[in-house]
């Protein structure tokens, strides 16, 4: 895929790929789950991919991947800027996961489209978004025993993935 490194580009291509995320469970327990962030120095992005033996949490592998920033940061288009950082790094690994979990949204996003599930449906991989703060919507806060959740809403649309502890 060619990045885009204008906004006009960007938006469009958002557009075409949030017709693509499909939202279900797992066919099966993973057994591998790959976590992956990204983080910047001066005008590189460095992508990175650890890969674990789930439920063991036991690190198997890991990978980075060493980019220019191509696109500037512009909230709600992060996934143009990490992406493919992110891709590059997913792409040196050896092992393939059977869920990857991304710092930043998934579909608790504007356009239904962040970075995780942004990356998930060019990469055909389940993937979750595990952000550090909400996006859009509001939530009613589950409880506290594991396994407990609640719906994002939004827009007057009940998003169809709940938010578990």
Not at 38 to 61: Q, R, S, T
Not at 81 to 93: F, N, V, W
Not at 116 to 141: D, F, M, Q, T, W
Request: hydrophobic share 40%.
């Amino acid at each position: 895929m060619e990045w885009p490194k204008d906004l006009k580009r960007a938006k469009q291509l958002q557009e075409i790929l949030r017709r693509n995320v499909k939202i279900g469970p797992l066919k099966k327990d993973p057994e591998y789950i790959t976590g992956v962030d990204a983080a910047f120095l001066n005008n590189k992005v460095i992508g990175v991919a650890c890969v674990f033996k789930y439920p063991d949490m036991l690190l198997i592998e890991e990978a980075y991947s060493l980019t220019e920033i191509l696109f500037p940061y512009i909230p709600g288009l992060l996934s143009f800027r990490e992406g493919q950082a992110i891709i590059g790094a997913l792409k040196g690994l050896k092992k393939k996961s059977d869920v990857i979990l991304f710092d930043g949204q998934g579909i608790a996003h504007p356009k239904r489209l962040g970075i995780a599930s942004h990356v998930g449906v060019i990469l055909n991989i389940p993937s979750i978004g595990c952000a550090k703060s909400r996006l859009v919507g509001s939530y009613k806060e589950p409880g506290f025993k594991k396994g407990n959740w609640s719906f994002l809403r939004h827009g007057g649309e009940r998003k169809d993935t709940p938010f578990t502890l």
